[in-house]
């Protein structure tokens, strides 16, 4: 982490080297634009040096036209003769006939009189154009400028090429004036550069400083060492960053030690808990246990760490890793020995990410072997007495119904005593056949007819029946409004239709009772990834918090004189939950006190195409 970087990898000659190379872009664009403008110029200077006044090419074109040839001859170099003031250029005249008519060379003037072989001057006197080109004598390395201007006489409206100016003059001054300056602005240039990387490693070094600072300083806090503060050299923005390192140096310190005491009242925690608490990473190895998990599983800490949480729960013979990970769920593990008995209740669940990913689990134990042995004594004497009342009670109720039918005397009092007999003797059936319900579901004698069915029309079928409730007005000290909520799709389930009915009968029921007059029932129907959800909602009292993990717990009343008053038996909960989880499905409630409660029921689901109907019927 704390390797050496050379040089041309640091910044500083990363930042040097970027300013070098603006500078050199920028002088290049500068050099090209001053170096062709600089040429355009000089070379329009000499253009309009060696080119002949207006005045010389008039005189010339009046001795082209003069008849008399050798008295124009000599004209024509006396022209010539006198506007050669310094001028190098090679100038001829040529009449239409492309015949030398005069030269400015003395050393020349043997070509007067002789015929031009030269293309461009006859183009030019056919043409009346006037033509420029520069040319490169690559034997001697010069550059050359040729002009060949005609020289046309106009009489009458009309114009008449009478000839031509030939000149050619060498450009090598002109290149060697631009070549000069050139390098000057290349030496330059050059000093420019060298001084720019100068400073600019200078200034490169002023701005790592403080970085390289901050570098060390964050290599010692993930090193564990805060001690270190970062120099501030200034408020910019350099500064702003070290003054946060220090900040962050100082957060850092105060969330580790945060951490570090969370950790130790973690541990505090899980030390003096009375249930066992076993942690996995994602592969299911145990990576934290409590004293009292070891306790539960008799085994030393050091020897759990490590293994997988199928063998230490002795459980791989019935799940998977992959079981728990997708579907954590409540096991009961018994432990129990010839010694002494040990059931524990393993709850797990995911450690998961926000992000989704799953980094392992979490298994409570808790020690439940009294409570299993309490509710197996509940669950026989609940079984016994409800073999005992079942006949004596059912002959009272024959007796009273006979009483009902005018064995008394007293016409008035009777048939009420007797209604409110016989009520309260029906309800204590009821109870006793929820019992023995409850005991057959216990000992596993109840069996379960389980048929696929449309659950939409089922449920249908049971509202149906309390809306014609409803309307028969069996209910005239309260009226309610059942509202249904339900998918589109038909949906197909496993259940037995029977049992089913009785738990959403139940629900209903429980509804309608706690239910103020003239309240909204709401039933929802749909369906998730892998399961149908039902879910009825009142608008009743609702039920205390510390009361919904009980509810469904076999005699188990919120409000004892409520429940009485209402009718309720305390069981027909137990009897929905026990349904529900033989179905393998799930049901739970929510609720708010004051604002009333709903339960939900879960139950497994796969889609069923209409083909595979036909083909199971």
């Keep these: 982490m704390n390797n050496r970087i050379k040089f041309y990898q640091s910044i500083k000659f990363k930042i040097a080297l970027v300013f070098a190379l603006i500078l050199l872009v920028t002088l290049e664009i500068v050099g090209s634009v001053f170096v062709r403008q600089l040429e355009h110029q000089n070379l329009a200077t000499f253009k309009n040096q060696i080119q002949l006044q207006t005045y010389v090419t008039n005189s010339l ?22 506007s050669d003031s310094g001028n190098t250029a090679q100038i001829q005249v040529i009449d239409n006939k492309g015949t030398i008519r005069g030269t400015n060379q003395i050393n020349n003037q043997a070509i007067v009189g002789q015929k031009t072989t030269d293309d461009n ?22 550059r050359y400028y040729t002009m060949i201007s005609p020289l046309i006489k106009s009489s009458n409206n009309n114009s008449t090429v009478v000839g031509v100016v030939y000149t050619r003059a ?43 600072e901050m570098k060390k300083q964050t290599i010692r806090i993930a090193r564990g060492d805060y001690s270190g503060q970062v120099h501030v050299y200034g408020n910019d923005e350099l500064g702003q960053l070290a003054s946060a390192v220090n900040n962050l140096s100082v957060r850092v310190e105060e969330s580790h030690e945060s ?104 298994c409570v134990l808790r020690d439940i072997t009294e409570q299993q042995r309490i509710d197996q004594d509940r669950k026989q004497f609940v079984s016994n007495v409800s073999h005992e009342l079942r006949t004596p009670l059912t002959s009272v109720r024959s007796y009273i119904e006979a009483l009902s039918d005018g064995a008394w005397k007293d016409s008035k009092l009777a048939p009420k005593f007797l209604k409110v007999t016989q009520d309260e003797t029906d309800r204590m059936i009821r109870m006793i056949n929820d019992l023995l319900t409850l005991s057959r579901m216990d000992s596993g004698t109840q069996k379960m007819e389980v048929e696929l069915v449309n659950i939409n029309e ?160």
């Design 61 to 82: 074109t009046t001795q082209l036209s003069n008849s008399n040839e050798v008295q124009a001859n000599g004209r024509i170099k006396t022209i010539l003769n006198d």
């Design 121 to 142: 001057v006859k183009n030019a006197i056919y043409n009346g154009k006037k033509f420029e080109k520069t040319t490169y004598d690559s034997s001697t390395g010069a």
């Design 170 to 212: 060498n450009l090598d001054s002109v290149y060697d004036s631009i070549n000069s300056i050139t390098l000057i602005y290349l030496f330059a240039a050059s000093i420019a550069i060298i001084l720019v990387l100068l400073i600019s490693i200078v200034i490169s070094r002023a701005i790592t400083r403080p970085i390289e």
């Design 259 to 362: 951490t570090e005491s969370e950790r130790r009242r973690l541990d505090s925690v899980l030390a003096n808990m009375t249930d066992g608490v076993l942690a996995t990473d994602r592969r299911g190895n145990v990576i934290i246990i409590n004293e009292t998990a070891a306790s539960f599983l008799d085994l030393d800490e050091n020897q759990a760490m490590g293994k997988s949480i199928l063998d230490v729960l002795d459980i791989r013979k019935d799940y998977s890793l992959r079981d728990l990970l997708e579907k954590p769920d409540e096991l009961i593990l018994d432990f129990s020995s010839e010694d002494h008995s040990l059931v524990l209740h393993a709850h797990f669940s995911l450690i998961q990410r926000e992000s989704g990913f799953i980094s392992g689990l979490v």
């Design 458 to 617: 089922l449920f249908n079928y049971v509202l149906n029946r309390f809306d014609m409730i409803l309307k028969k007005e069996d209910h005239p000290e309260k009226t309610y409004t059942i509202k249904r909520y339900f998918t589109k799709r038909d949906l197909w389930v496993e259940l037995d239709t029977d049992r089913f009915t009785q738990v959403l009968d139940n629900l209903m029921n429980n509804a309608i009772k706690y239910s103020p007059d003239g309240g909204v029932i709401t039933c929802r129907l749909y369906e998730t990834r892998n399961k149908v959800i039902l879910s009825v909602s009142d608008q009743g009292l609702g039920i205390p918090r510390k009361d919904i993990p009980h509810i469904f717990d076999r005699f188990y009343r919120v409000d004892k004189a409520r429940s009485r008053q209402q009718g309720g038996s305390g069981l027909g909960l137990a009897i929905s939950k026990e349904t529900v989880e033989a179905l393998h499905g799930q049901i739970w409630a929510e609720s708010v006190e004051g604002k009333g409660s709903t339960f939900y029921i879960a139950l497994p689901y796969e889609p069923v195409e209409e083909e595979d109907l036909w083909d199971e019927v």
